[in-house]
């Protein structure tokens, strides 16, 4: 029986091809562009970024692994031919630790800036203390299933790389488990925007009633109040380590709360956009998989660039929101010095 992904013709194949190496090409981009910046930027070097480093790692090794196979399936040989089988099931096990990964990887960030935006204090001094172990998680249990599915099913030819030609197993063994970590991610985050506006609406109160007596520098020092301090910058500083605490010495008032707002509509930007890069191919896989007819071809190279597109959506959403952009336009474009 013939894949249902795979194109029909030399025509689809070397159109679906060449839109592949196109978006592994800007994926591989973004991905090398949060790489670097990691490396330049001691700013870009907290706890937080150490994670998005090995998002940004996987997301370039599976931009590449996908732009391999796209240009092999360009030049005269095809990886579903026999002589390229064992090329076949090398890219198709890659593919599949990378793929998985990432989804680990953005599993991995959410539950750390949970931890420590929430002040779970214990569970967040753990974290941090034990980088080596949260590092090893993704890659551990990637390989794992990636070498479970070489051993078990094996990988084949779908049209521009090597997977699992049954779109019923990719969508048990990679879809659903996605989607579960996609809802799980997206709780966290609502979670934690609660918790975020709830301390700005505490934080606007206290304003409110101790601007006048701060002007005279002595009211909460002689009540014995409790001071509000909100440990939140407007730099490229770690997120993860913005924490609402209390504080004994002092109370920031005015610029917590445009920051506070910023924090929570990105927070709410990672999962939205994974729900939009993964609608497609989930929904192609659904289709495929109960009707046991192939999807246009039109769609199908959709719904394959949206996975190779991931790379790219990762370096945009991680790299704005944590003011990579800002850092470099900084270099190439300094502002005019004052006379």
């Avoid at 978006?23 to 998005?52: D, E, N, Y």
């Avoid at 959410?110 to 203390?129: D, F, M, P, R």
């Avoid at 005015?254 to 729900?275: E, F, N």
């Amino acid at each position: 029986m013939s894949v249902l992904s795979a194109p029909s013709s030399p025509e689809q194949v070397r159109t679906l091809n060449t839109v592949i190496v196109v978006v592994s090409v800007f994926s591989a981009v973004g991905a090398g562009w949060i790489i670097l910046s990691f490396l330049l930027f001691k700013t870009l070097r907290t706890f937080r970024h150490q994670l998005i480093l090995g998002l940004a790692i996987s997301d370039f090794w599976m931009a590449i692994n996908f732009l391999s196979s796209a240009a092999v399936n360009l030049g005269p040989t095809n990886i579903g031919a026999p002589e390229a089988k064992t090329f076949c099931s090398f890219n198709g096990f890659m593919i599949q630790v990378f793929v998985v990964q990432t989804d680990y990887w953005v599993l991995t960030i959410a539950v750390c800036t949970y931890l420590i935006l929430a002040n779970h204090k214990h569970q967040s001094s753990w974290i941090q203390e034990h980088r080596i172990v949260i590092w090893a998680f993704p890659w551990f249990l990637s390989a794992l299933w990636a070498a479970i599915g070489l051993a078990v099913v094996g990988y084949g030819d779908i049209g521009a790389w090597c997977w699992f030609t049954s779109d019923t197993v990719r969508l048990l063994v990679n879809f659903i488990p996605r989607w579960l970590i996609i809802i799980s991610i997206l709780g966290l985050y609502v979670r934690l925007y609660f918790i975020i506006h709830k301390a700005h609406n505490r934080f606007m109160s206290f304003d409110e009633d101790a601007v006048g007596s701060l002007q005279t520098g002595s009211s909460m020092t002689r009540s014995g109040g409790p001071r509000l301090s909100l440990n939140i910058s407007s730099g490229p500083d770690d997120d993860c380590e913005r924490v609402v605490q209390p504080a004994p010495t002092h109370t920031r008032i005015g610029r917590a709360s445009p920051v506070l707002k910023r924090i929570s509509y990105q927070m709410m930007v990672y999962p939205l956009v994974y729900i939009l890069i993964w609608t497609i191919p989930t929904t192609i896989r659904i289709y495929q998989s109960t009707t046991g007819k192939s999807a246009p071809f039109a769609i199908g190279t959709v719904d394959k660039a949206c996975i190779v597109f991931q790379g790219f959506a990762d370096a945009i959403v991680y790299g704005f929101n944590e003011h990579t952009w800002k850092l470099w336009k900084s270099i190439f474009f300094k502002p005019a010095e004052r006379k």
